[in-house]
């Protein structure tokens, strides 16, 4: 298993430009989140979907849009970028359980350099 | 809006010495997640505390929950260089599915 993977690892964008990263799992999780890291400030969660078919809106979701493809992925657009976007970001992926919690599985981040 | 605060932000320790991270939040929860980061790569997840007086060790970390106090502690027992790292505590309030992370505990383990 692959767990959770990001493409691409690393990028660069002019202020205005546009991208979209992309998130894969393979553990068959229902939930499905996007963060940003930057530093000091822990992560903070910019959009979450619960289940294939929803989206929601997390701590800082200004800029950003989402779509969950299918259960299998959760795609992080950034339609006009901006240097206060160039952070860490990272996806992750959990099923919830009563008994077991919403422990959550990170992927490895996408670097992103906005000038 | 629920809070997170972790303390200390940066700890300098040497090998051998015992030193305990806290984790302190703001609202009623009984879900409590510890993570690890190394530098440049993605978070590893350490423990999951799920109820009040919830104590789980792996190694020479330990972490504890107090849902009472809202506080959550990672003990570390002799430390070794390979627990340098940074050390996220996630607070689950059960109302949605967003985790709140405390902003890190950067841990570096002085030979």
């Known amino acids: 298993n692959a767990g959770v993977t990001q493409t691409p690892k690393f990028q660069v964008l002019k202020t205005g430009q546009s991208m979209t990263l992309q998130c894969a799992q393979d553990?068959?999780?229902?939930?499905m989140y996007w963060y940003r890291q930057d530093p000091g400030m822990g992560l903070r969660l910019i959009y979450y979907s619960a289940s294939e078919g929803t989206t929601d809106k997390g701590e800082v979701p200004n800029g950003y849009n989402v779509s969950r493809l299918n259960k299998r992925e959760f795609s992080l657009r950034l339609e006009s970028a901006a240097p206060s976007q160039t952070s860490v970001y990272f996806c992750?992926?959990?099923?919830?359980?009563?008994?077991?919690?919403?422990?959550?599985?990170f992927g490895p981040g996408t670097r992103l350099t906005v000038l | 809006e629920l809070k997170v605060e972790q303390n200390p932000l940066f700890l300098s320790m040497q090998e051998g010495k015992n030193y305990t991270i806290y984790c302190n939040y703001s609202t009623t929860s009984d879900r409590l997640y510890w993570y690890r980061q190394d530098p440049g790569k993605s978070l590893e997840s350490l423990f999951v505390?799920?109820?009040?007086?919830a104590v789980k060790q792996e190694g020479r970390l330990m972490a504890s929950l107090d849902t009472k106090a809202r506080l959550s502690t990672l003990h570390i027992t002799a430390a070794v260089h390979d627990l340098s790292a940074t050390y996220f505590c996630a607070v689950d309030p059960r109302t949605g599915n967003q985790f709140y992370f405390g902003t890190g505990t950067s841990l570096t383990v002085i030979p």
């Open positions: 992750a992926s959990s099923e919830i359980w009563d008994r077991a919690g919403n422990e959550q599985f």
């Open positions: 505390l799920l109820s009040n007086g």
């Open positions: 553990m068959n999780h229902n939930s």
